[in-house]
């Protein structure tokens, strides 16, 4: 069974449109993360949820959003795309809660911007 | 602001070596360190996990070590094999818990010949 799953896997849209990746995870965690691997392969983390709550945002500009309908789920809503969105984008979750664990990485999804 | 350097950036030996990855991060005030492997075009896999409070995590041919106070840590491979052929990447939690995102060092890039 997969731990954490994302979709789509690769996304090719024009500038200017909005799209979504949607993430989930089957492992009863309580934390949820988004980071972007840009070209250059380096990783970032952009948000995390963690309750519901957002938690953390850095310095992401605010066409992306996080939306969370629950504890296993953190979507990622992307807004008047723009050439630099490309990358992958890669979702991941951990136990979360008082302790930082081990964070478990979903497949990525692979974002084109034309 | 916490950065992560990991060294060398690429790194190519014969099969059968012992090799040793470095890690290096600038504010000791973390709460573990990871490190991933990293498949092309696929996400990532956690190998081993360190707390702030442990001096190395062993599992199977590779023994990682941390020195939290000069802020350093080290990834043992022993007798390298064709498959660990991958990208090593090295991540640092920031201390007090809670849900904190991961930093990354850009990574070593591992090529074992056959």
Excluded at chain 2, 34 to 42: L, S
Excluded at chain 2, 66 to 85: E, M
């Amino acid at each position: 069974d997969t731990a954490v799953s994302q979709t789509p896997k690769y996304l090719v849209t024009q500038m200017g449109n909005d799209k979504s990746i949607k993430c989930e995870q089957n492992l009863g965690h309580d934390t949820m993360y988004w980071y972007k691997q840009d070209s250059k392969k380096f990783l970032k983390i952009m948000f995390s949820y963690n309750n519901k709550e957002l938690i953390i945002n850095e310095t992401v500009p605010n066409r992306f959003s996080p939306k969370s309908p629950d504890k296993a789920h953190l979507n990622l809503h992307i807004n008047s795309l723009e050439l630099g969105d490309s990358a992958v984008y890669f979702c991941a979750s951990s136990p979360g809660g008082a302790y930082t664990d081990t964070q478990y990485f979903g497949p990525g999804t692979r974002l084109t911007v034309l | 602001k916490q950065e992560v350097t990991q060294i060398p950036a690429a790194l190519s030996v014969p099969e059968g070596e012992n090799l040793v990855l470095n890690c290096s991060f600038t504010d000791s005030a973390i709460y573990n360190l990871q490190w991933f492997r990293q498949d092309p075009g696929k996400g990532l896999t956690s190998l081993l996990l360190i707390q702030s409070s442990q001096r190395e995590q062993t599992s199977g041919r590779l023994n990682a070590s941390l020195d939290k106070s000069s802020g350093r840590s080290t990834l043992y491979i022993a007798a390298s094999q064709p498959g660990d052929s991958a990208t090593y990447l090295c991540a640092v939690s920031r201390s007090g818990g809670g849900a904190d995102g991961l930093t990354f060092g850009k990574g070593t890039h591992l090529i074992i010949q056959p």
